[in-house]
């Protein structure tokens, strides 16, 4: 299926059946689908960019990526967070080279042009060059993007036609609480972070994260035998664990409360967590505390995952159709002793990094899974996407769509349909509310 | 970046023996010969039980808001003997998939310097190490590392205590970093 060959619209639900249980391999590969995705989902999708605790002070900043557009997040005199286009509005130059930092203005290389802190065109290098008239420097700031948080999370969109960050979270503001608000102070990230690229198609490490319990049992088997004593992973047990999906975001979990905290190989973080839960049980009930460090991954639609217990967090930022910038930090609980702050951020990198002893078999993954599309016969075909189709429950507790196992591909299928939504749509009342809220509305806590 | 004070601070500016040189040369090679091959354990025989192992990420600043890493940033390493032997069961347990088939690496070391310390059977050791990786059909990658290690003789033999790799890289551009730098 071409896109647009006969100039009719593309149709991206065809690309997958998420009731056969199929997805086209050709959206792994095909740069046509990798522009239009920049075009109908980088360009309208809220973002994270940035945890607050990377930008505590005025004039503290930090730059990313929305899909391919470089953007600088940049705190504000009064305590907010501004996001804009990180290029000069004269010849285009990225006005800010450093990764982070603190700063008065952010001036252009190529001709000295100033932006302030809060992006707007504050003076030009040698002035009188210019004639009165020729540039009314008010109109040429910075592109500045729609910014919101949720407990610590910044997100921003360059959709004015968006949905608020709390409609596009929905209800999985009941899941995020388990990781963001279940102790007084909320979370901050550890200094620093690890990028790294992975010659893959961004969707893979994404559905990776969203649901994909499965593969830890056999990728991760060696990672996970190293951490635990040489003990392997038990059996896949189906029973007690789910999948949950949102808006396209993802949590998938069990509810022993344990297993994601022991792959930290760190006896006195499990001591602190034990001793913790009580109090994360009162704060937000029984079952969200079980979740809580059970074997379980997550994703925020469109590229924002994290590992609940394991305490990576990250983001994959698009770098073309076949291959990803992976940018991840350590979570911790802020009222954290150091001692436990420092145990869970050595698990995590240990871990979780591209020196990771389980991160390391996932980017050879996702890099055959992309690379094999070169070949014209291969790229054809299908993948196959239909574990646990019948699976779906309605939980009591459980907000969004829910299927029980989290040995499922239940939202995987969701996250493309979503995507697919996405797509296709010209405008954000066109994309599809596909669950039913609770919480409209509500608090989550 | 590349000076780490904390080992400096008892640096002795007497000039080293060649014989010591020449010894502390052997053994980065001999480590380097480990890691080509694949001799994880016998690698581990040249560390000391106290040996911190540390590649700190790299921040990437204007001049002015330049920032030194601390053990507490996130790191590539941060290890000591206990995650050493973890890493190097991870290669052991015979279901390590992407171990398989094997990664080839050249450990090309050089730029060696040895200062004294205060302590006499301790000194600071500078070097460059630049890996060659090649695994799967032709994936080729070169990584460089600099060194900084703390070298202890123990029982007549000489150990790594410390080692501080800065990598030259800010993001990496790898998907993996199987290899010791």
Sequence with gaps: MPINNNGSRPDFSRYMDIDEGWVDRRIFWEREIYERELEQIFAKAWQFIAHDSMLPETNDFYTTYMGEDGVIASRQKDGSVRVFLNSCTHRGNKICYADDGNTRNFTCNYHGWAYGTDGELKGLSNEHVYDEGDIDKSKWGLQQARVDSYKGLIFATFDEEAPSLEEFLGDFRWYLDIMLDQDDGGTEFIGGGIKNYINANWKFGVENFVGDAYHALWTHDSGFKAMNNNQGFPPADPTGSYHASVNGHGWEFGTDGLADIAILGQPKVLEYYEKMRPKMAERLGEMRSKIFGSLASVSLFPNCSFLPGIQTFRVWLPRGPHKFEMRMWTIVNKNMPDEIKQAINIGCMQTFNPAGVLEMDDGENWEGNTSVNKGIVTRKGKLHYGCGINRRIEHEELPGIVYSSQFNDSNQRLFYQRWADMMNADKWSDVPTRYTPRYTGKKTV | ?181
């Design chain 2, 1 to 181: 970046m590349m000076n780490n004070t904390e080992q400096n601070a008892n640096a002795n500016s007497a000039m080293p023996s060649l014989e010591l040189m020449n010894e502390v040369q052997q053994f980065l090679y001999r480590e380097a010969r480990h890691h080509d091959n694949e001799e994880f354990r016998d690698w581990l025989d040249m560390l000391t039980e106290d040996i911190h192992y540390w590649m700190p990420y790299r921040y990437q600043r204007y001049r002015r808001n330049e920032k030194e890493p601390t053990i507490l940033d996130t790191a590539y390493y941060n290890d000591d003997m206990d995650c050493l032997v973890k890493r190097i069961i991870r290669t052991e347990t015979g279901t390590c998939w992407s171990e398989d088939p094997a990664t080839r690496s050249a450990h090309v070391v050089t730029n060696i310097e040895v200062e004294l310390t205060d302590n006499p059977d301790e000194f600071t050791v500078y070097s460059l190490n630049t890996v060659h990786r090649n695994i799967n059909e032709d994936e080729s990658h070169t990584m460089v590392g600099h060194r900084t290690d703390l070298i202890r003789r123990v029982n007549g033999v000489l150990k790594l205590a410390k080692r501080k790799i800065i990598l030259d890289q800010n993001i990496f551009t790898n998907k993996s970093l199987n290899v010791y730098l």
